[in-house]
């Protein structure tokens, strides 16, 4: 195998068909054999990237538990502040009407835990697989080790900011015609999408983090039993759950925006690697599927 940055080994020229990657000429013809692109080489042939698709869906399917749990969480929070603007408009809803109201808006909020529990342990062994196929494809000047793709997520600080950082990294190395032997890679600007992914699902966790802090200071106000004091936190209360729909709004685009970015992510890859796999036949070398 070439080392990356070499030039194209005997037999291989450009391809008369004017497509990006050259072919090979055996002597008598032109094969389908491509050379790998844009200085792309398999780094250890006895470690080689593998596949993003079998953990793609485990991933998708992590995102699309959050979003049910979003759309849910929506549905708890309408019919909680059905009860809470009964009140405000001077109308008495039953104790049981109330009673039932607050338990959905709980058993929401437990649902919410727990679906992005699953989806961290869904989506992070895809996005760690696909950070770390960049340094076996043969991509140099990588800014972080591959760890960081699990690490970042749960560093206070750190995941506002390093999960997307790496993001751009796979996004930029992972295009075919990218030159990855150099750090040219770098200078390749990151698709808009990952821009608004991450910037939904930042707003989608800050809102949400605003609207839970106003939900409880407005139950904490409750304890003050004079009539004024409870309208002033049945106010705020509403506020707060109001906001906590937009949260799950924006958490429900983000969802959606990151479905597309493992999309463009994982096909971005394949299509390097089905390249990397075709120049590999010439040299017995074949990848995993897995």
């Known amino acids: 195998m070439p080392e990356p940055g070499a030039g194209p080994p005997a ?19 032109w094969t389908d054999r491509w050379q790998a692109p844009a200085g792309h080489a398999l780094a250890d042939p006895s470690d080689p990237p593998r596949r993003l698709r079998p953990l793609r869906i485990l991933a998708v399917t992590g995102l699309v538990v959050v979003a049910v749990a979003e759309l849910n969480n929506i549905s708890a929070d309408g019919e909680y502040l059905g009860v809470v603007n009964e009140i405000l408009d001077g109308g008495l809803p039953s104790a049981s009407e109330i009673r039932d109201a607050e338990d959905r808006v709980d058993q929401a909020s437990i649902a919410i835990v727990v679906a992005y529990v699953f989806a961290a342990f869904a989506f992070i062994p895809w996005f760690h697989r696909a950070y770390s196929n960049l340094p076996k494809m043969g991509v140099a000047g990588l800014r972080y080790a591959p760890g960081w793709a699990i690490g970042a997520w749960f560093i206070p600080i750190f995941n506002l900011f390093r999960p997307k950082q790496i993001a751009n990294d796979i996004d930029r190395a992972s295009a075919p015609d990218a030159v990855v032997n150099t750090n040219a890679w770098h200078e390749r600007a990151p698709a808009r999408l990952l821009h608004w992914w991450w910037g939904l699902f930042v707003a989608s966790g800050l809102l949400a983090n605003v609207a839970a802090r106003a939900i409880i200071n407005a139950a904490e106000d409750q304890a003050f039993l004079t009539r004024r004091d409870a309208l002033d936190a049945l106010e705020q209360e509403r506020t707060g759950f109001s906001l906590d729909v937009l949260a799950s709004l924006l958490a429900i685009a983000a969802v959606v925006l990151a479905i597309l970015v493992i999309r ?24 995993p599927s897995a």
């Not at 037999?11 to 013809?29: A, K």
């Not at 990397?276 to 074949?286: D, I, P, W």
């Open 11 to 29: 037999g291989w020229y450009p391809d008369p068909e004017g497509r990006p990657n050259p072919r090979y000429w055996d002597g008598e013809r």
């Open 264 to 287: 463009r992510l994982t096909q971005a890859q394949d299509a390097v690697l089905d390249r990397l796999e075709g120049a590999g036949e010439q040299y017995g070398t074949a990848l």
